[in-house]
């Protein structure tokens, strides 16, 4: 719950006006598992709150740990679904990826969460759950909203848990240390843009609109050049970073041609671009590149003036691809 929830509930039981913030002290600040550890609440009260709520934090049901120290954790969800979260350790740094649905309406054909189908979205609870009951909470500095499922296709949700990990009664983390990423809905994008100072991720994968289409349906809805227009109406040349994903398909998106047209659609906007390395995943015929060819691109358009970094490939062998876990996970319980 965000403090104006907290203060709601406060009332609602006849608690104090100030029950609210150290409600939030418990629940983000000393993450408590429980309401009978608020113990500067009375008795009375937190018997109230006991009869009608709980702190909702559930520990992850399984995990995968990679020999790089990648971990991948799957949270169960109420309705008998998974879901998965990654922490990847990087020296200094402990990176969270979270998920926002179970499954993905996208259906982006190189995506694995896309085969599930979608089955809901995650309430901010069940967001925020993936990062309070992560066991390498305290070694946290970055959160990237990256999983299964498009965060703004659940932005009401989102935002709840955005306010939560940035606000001084929440986690009171910097919105730099947050990066969501879209295929770019044109409602939750500009909702985000405007509400939100976190960094934003957009998938991109192909500058042109036809092949774009190939792989991913949301282009008819929402092209990459209206995307693009919108972005350059907003100002990210100081701390807020706009960034676009760009996985690298032999022989599909990775020639002259289609480099070109990258640095015509980005031309004058402030960003950079993150080339991927792709991951087989089953029932898809893409295959990705070698290390020599993703570096050849990445050179091609740092010289022509667009900032372009080659992003670490981590868990490659833990189910790597977002969505296989889980997929495996529930296939195993439907068989039995």
């Avoid at 006991?50 to 120290?69: I, N």
């Avoid at 070109?260 to 960003?271: E, H, M, N, V, Y």
């Avoid at 296989?324 to 068989?335: R, Y």
Wanted: proline letters at 4%; aromatic letters at 8%.
């Amino acid at each position: 719950m965000t403090l104006s929830e907290l203060q709601d509930v406060a009332k609602g039981l006849g608690m104090p006006g100030f029950a609210a913030k150290q409600m939030a002290q418990w629940l983000y600040v000393k993450r408590v598992k429980s309401i009978d550890e608020m113990t500067n609440l009375s008795l009375k009260f937190r018997t109230m709150l006991s009869d009608s709520y709980k702190v909702g934090a559930d520990a992850p049901v399984d995990a995968m740990r990679s020999t790089d120290g990648t971990v991948k954790y799957l949270y169960h969800t109420p309705d008998g679904h998974f879901v998965e979260t990654v922490f990847i350790p990087d020296e200094e740094r402990g990176t969270i990826c979270v998920s926002s649905q179970v499954g993905c309406k996208m259906n982006c054909k190189f995506c694995m969460t896309g085969k599930q189908g979608f089955n809901a979205s995650l309430t901010a609870n069940q967001i925020i759950n993936q990062i309070q009951s992560l066991p390498e909470f305290e070694q946290l500095t970055n959160v990237v909203m990256m999983g299964m499922g498009e965060p703004l296709d659940n932005i009401d949700e989102v935002m709840k848990a955005l306010e939560i990990m940035t606000a001084p009664w929440g986690y009171a983390w910097s919105p730099k240390r947050i990066t969501l990423s879209s295929v770019g809905l044109k409602k939750g994008l500009q909702r985000f843009l405007e509400e939100s100072e976190c960094h934003l991720a957009i998938s991109l994968h192909a500058p042109v609109p036809a092949l774009r289409r190939e792989l991913m349906p949301a282009e008819r809805a929402f092209s990459i050049t209206e995307i693009v227009d919108l972005l350059r109406n907003y100002d990210f040349s100081h701390q807020r970073r706009l960034s676009f994903e760009y996985i690298v398909f032999k022989g599909v998106n990775d020639s002259p041609l289609y480099m070109k047209a990258l640095l015509k659609l980005l031309r004058g906007l402030d960003c950079r671009v993150n080339l991927i390395r792709f991951h087989a995943i089953p029932n898809v015929d893409l295959e990705g590149v070698d290390m020599q060819k993703m570096t050849e691109l990445r050179d091609y358009l740092t010289q022509h003036g667009l900032f372009t970094t080659i992003r670490a490939s981590r868990g490659e062998d833990i189910f790597a691809a977002c969505g296989m876990l889980s997929t495996a996970k529930q296939e195993a319980i439907n068989k039995n």
